[in-house]
């Protein structure tokens, strides 16, 4: 063999063995990235199904249904002749059963054995346990005898407890794959680490809004849409005369009164979504104001003009003790009654001593009648305030009673103008009368409504300067009867309007005009008693319109 | 996850054998036979009859307790640490 032939030999062995190297290595490469795809089809799949668990699941925190969604879920991986679960409700155990391929009642029977034993252990409970509801869903065939061949569990536990375990199982042996079998229990956990984490925050918030609603000093507690007791603060408690720790809602029922008709008003609120009110409630030693109001969820508040579209997911109850106000609110009546009664009488006697003496003309001197004067018109001033004092108690209270009658205005107004013109022309003011002729009589308190105009005629001749006008103007517009009193006098600056019906507020304090304040506020609620309504008009240093409105038809 | 603070203190005078085999029946029972045969088969050191006996001394039972709480972690947590207050409790 010739040096050229053996070295051709030698090349061409060793390009053999290169090719089969180079052939092995690709073959292995090949292998190793078939294996990679299919390491990521495979975690595609699980991503896939567990993204299909989460949109079905959203934050749903009912157990059941989350339950419900993972074990049809599996149903839907797996070949098996059943799918079910075990776990545990408000009121026992329940036992969910799919049969996707028709089996006998002892399969059912050996089954439902295995998934007991199974959560017994989980949840170190002793045997027998009872199932207080089953609900079995396909075909039980008697002929279709099989055994239990393959099955696995899947424990559900939530926060650390057990609540549960979903079953595959399936008539063949040993058909479940170790990896198909991990990434069912790799799946099942993150979708109930999910409730766990969810449930955590809530129970959270619920620390919160109970530890909130226990530092508040009204009594306070809320029912969820079943009408079940869900929180309660120990003022409450304390109002209801309620000492058990977590009292039930048969316990807070019959805490009220029955005339109270507890049940019947926290159904309306809940139904109708309805605030309801009650001013006063005796509930023992204590007098409460009730309030009732529905609970709806604060992101759909947005939408109040569809309101009755928002689900009400509670109701909230306050009680508010007015015991201490109602106590002090009497004994401020008995008061003023008192008061009043104790001065007018050597109020009346004041005045009317003066006036007698301011008679007596030839006896007395000049500056001894202006004394007299003085003493005359500050008794009947402060009689007037006592009177007043009576009228905003008696006003706050409650006890104003309409005496209504056929109510010529025209002629009231005239008369009240008739009555100031002696004022009038001691300053100069001219009183302006526009009266309607076609106003038509309202239904009224005479002697109220009288007040009224009186009340504003005074307070214009009060605080317009010599000179001024003063004009009184009745007439007829859109159904209702209107009177306005407008001056020329020195006029209510605009931030002190707001204040001006408000109780002891005088927009001309310090101005040296008398006067106690109440007048406006008592105008105010007069007119509103008669369903009607004030208005007010007014330039600084121009003057001020009073504007009162009344129905006609009242 | 409650591990002791001393993993070590896994002590030399309890019987590991009787120890594991209830550990494994006791899994059997809660999660089903084949996926605990399965998961086991991935913990070197013991030897399993069908039913969930061990049937050898375990020689080294920190290693076997390490392994069994790496497989059956991303089973059931709540199992897992289970298993570990039964040894170490």
């Known amino acids: 063999m010739t040096p050229i032939t053996l070295s051709a030999i030698v090349l061409t062995l060793l390009s053999a063995g290169i090719a089969v190297v180079i052939s092995l290595r690709t073959q292995k490469m090949k292998k190793k990235l078939i294996a990679e795809e299919a390491i990521q089809k495979n975690s595609l799949y699980e991503i896939s199904l567990f993204k299909e668990i989460q949109d079905k699941l959203g934050y749903e925190l009912d157990r059941e249904k989350i339950i419900s969604v993972i074990t049809k879920t599996l149903g839907n991986m797996f070949i098996s002749s059943l799918c079910a679960s075990l776990y545990q409700t408000k009121n026992g155990l329940m036992l969910k059963i799919k049969i996707e391929d028709p089996v006998d009642q002892s399969f059912i029977n050996d089954t439902k054995r295995l998934m007991v034993e199974s959560y017994a252990k989980l949840t170190t409970t002793s045997l027998p346990l009872s199932i207080l509801e089953e609900d079995i869903q396909g075909t039980i065939d008697p002929k279709k005898t099989k055994r239990l061949g393959s099955y696995f569990n899947v424990p559900l536990v939530v926060n650390n407890k057990p609540i549960g375990i979903i079953t595959m199982a399936l008539a063949k042996p040993l058909v479940f794959q170790e990896e198909q079998m991990t990434f069912v229990y790799k799946m099942v956990n993150q979708a109930i680490n999910a409730l766990s984490r969810l449930e955590e925050v809530l129970d959270t918030e619920k620390e919160k809004l109970t530890s909130t609603i226990g530092s508040l000093a009204d009594g306070v507690f809320m029912l969820d849409n079943n009408e079940q007791l869900f929180v309660i603060n120990d003022a409450a408690k304390a109002l209801l005369d309620i000492t058990d720790e977590n009292p039930t809602i048969t316990q807070l029922q019959n805490a009220f009164p029955p005339s109270f008709l507890f049940a019947s008003k926290i159904h309306d609120s809940i139904t109708k979504k309805i605030g309801i009110q009650t001013q006063e409630l005796i509930l023992g030693e204590h007098t409460v104001q009730v309030f009732i109001t529905p609970v709806m969820p604060i992101s759909q508040l947005e939408h109040v003009s569809r309101h009755k579209d928002i689900p009400v997911v509670g109701v909230s109850v306050l009680l508010h003790d007015i015991t201490l106000a109602k106590s002090i609110t009497t004994m401020k009546e008995d008061f003023i009654n008192m008061v009043v009664h104790d001065l007018r009488a050597p109020l009346t006697s004041i005045r009317g001593a003066a006036q007698l003496l301011s008679q007596e003309k030839t006896a007395l001197n000049e500056d001894d009648q202006k004394l007299l004067a003085i003493i005359h018109t500050q008794s009947q001033q402060l009689l007037d305030q006592v009177t007043t004092l009576l009228d905003i108690s008696h006003l706050q209270n409650g006890k104003i009673t309409l005496k209504k009658s056929d109510v010529n205005l025209n002629t009231m107004a005239a008369e009240q103008i008739q009555l100031f013109t002696p004022q009038a022309i001691t300053k100069n003011i001219t009183i302006i009368p526009h009266l309607d002729t076609t106003m038509p009589h309202v239904q009224a308190d005479a002697s109220l409504l009288g007040q009224v105009i009186n009340n504003l005629l005074s307070n214009s001749i009060k605080f317009t300067p010599e000179q001024g006008k003063i004009g009184v103007t009745t007439r007829v517009e859109n159904n209702t009867a209107l009177i306005s009193v407008s001056d020329t006098g020195m006029g209510i600056p605009k931030e002190k309007q707001a204040q001006l019906f408000s109780r002891f507020y005088r927009a001309g304090a310090g101005s040296g005009t008398p006067g106690s304040g109440l007048g406006l506020y008592i105008v105010k609620n007069i007119v509103e008693a008669h369903g009607g309504s004030i208005k007010l008009d007014s330039e600084e240093n121009k003057g001020t319109t009073i504007t009162i409105t009344l129905p006609l038809n009242s | ?89």
């Open chain 2, 1 to 89: 996850m409650h591990l002791p603070s001393n993993p070590d203190s896994i002590g030399t005078d309890k019987n590991y054998q009787t120890l594991f085999t209830q550990i494994i029946k006791d899994t059997m029972l809660v999660l089903g036979p084949e996926i605990t045969s399965a998961k086991m088969q991935k913990v070197p050191g013991l030897t399993i009859t069908a039913d969930g006996t061990v049937t050898n001394t375990p020689t080294d039972p920190k290693k076997i307790v390490k392994n069994m709480v790496e497989v059956f972690m991303t089973i059931s947590p709540f199992l897992t640490q289970k298993m570990i207050d039964l040894v170490y409790g």
